[in-house]
C-alpha cells in the first residue's frame, strides 16, 4: 500500500520556517530563496488540506494545528538525521541504542560494565537518557529501556515486552566510622557486621519514594524499631550512598549499586540480612510484530546484558553471546 507522505524537502522547510517563525530565516538557514521556501510549504498545506500558517502584514504565524504538527515533524526528522549519520558512521554493521534508564542503575551498575561492551562488541554504542516511569515508545526515540518496578507495574505498561535480569535486594550500609560507634566492642571487631537490634538505634536515612522501607526491613527481622520512620530523607540510592558514607546514618542500599564504594572502604554492610522486595530490574522493548525482530544491536546487547545480570547475582550465566 502507498504511504501518505509529503516530501522530505517541504517538511524541512517547514520546521525550519516554524522554529524560526520566519521564511527568509529559514531560506538563510537552508541555503534557498524566501520564495522557495514559500513553494514548498504551500505545497505541503495543499497535500495536507489545512493551513499551517497564518500570513499577517509583519509576516507569518504558526496556526493551532501547525504548531502541533511543527513537534512531530520536527521529532520526526531529528529521529531520521540521527539514523542516517548512525548508519553512516557504522557502514551498516552494529548500530546505536538509544536506551532509557533508572539514574542510579545506569549510573552505579551499567556504566562500569560497558567497556566490556565496547571491548566485545565495538560496533555498538549505546546512548543513555534518564527515565523513570513507563512511557510510550511511539512517543520517543528509546529504543530499550532499563526500568526497576514491580511486575504489577510492568504488566500495566502498554505495548512493551519485559525481560527480568535481577530481583532488588536492600541491605543496611554505613561508613566504618559511624558502625565502630554502635556498640562497645574490641578495636579489630569495631567494624565487624551487628544484629538488627543494634541497627535500630542508629541514625537511620530514608530513602523518599519509599517511605516504610526500614520499617518493612524491621518487620522482617523481627525487631521492634521505634524509630523506623526517622530520618534524613533523600530521594535516589546514590544520594543515600554519598550521605551513608559521610557518616550522617545507615541507608538501606542494593548491594550491586555501591561496589566502587565498597570496594573502597567507604561503605560497609551494617547488618548481612537481606531484604527482597517485589521489586526487580528489567530490559523493556516495544512489542514487535509476529514477523518481526528486534535489531541486531538490541539483540547483542539484550543477550550482553542479561550475562551481565547473571553474573552479578552469582548465577550461572549462559554462554557469553
Known sequence: MRR???STQALACFESAARHISYTKAAQELSLTQSAVSRQIIALEEF?????FRRTRHGVLLTDAGRHYAIQVGRWLQGLERDTLDLMS??????????????TFATRWLLPRLPQLA?????ITVHIDVQTRPFLFADTVFDAALYAGTPGQVERWPGVQAQWLMDEEVVPVCSPQLLATAQ???PGRAWLPVGPEVIARLPLLQQSTRPQGWRQWFD????DAPRALDG????????????????LGVALIPPMLIEQEIARGDLIVACPQPLRGNRAYYLVTPELAADAQPSPALRVFSQWLQHKAQEAAGRKPERQP
Open 119 to 123: 571491548q566485545q562488541h565495538p560496533d
Open 232 to 247: 534524613m530523607r533523600l530521594e535516589l540510592f546514590s544520594m543515600l550512598a554519598v550521605a551513608a558514607s559521610q557518616g
Open 4 to 6: 501518505v507522505l509529503p
Open 220 to 223: 522482617a527481622m523481627h525487631v
Open 48 to 52: 495536507l488540506g489545512l493551513s499551517l
Open 184 to 186: 562497645q566492642r574490641d
Open 90 to 103: 557504522h557502514q551498516g554493521e552494529g548500530g546505536p541504542i538509544n536506551l532509557a534508564a533508572v539514574p
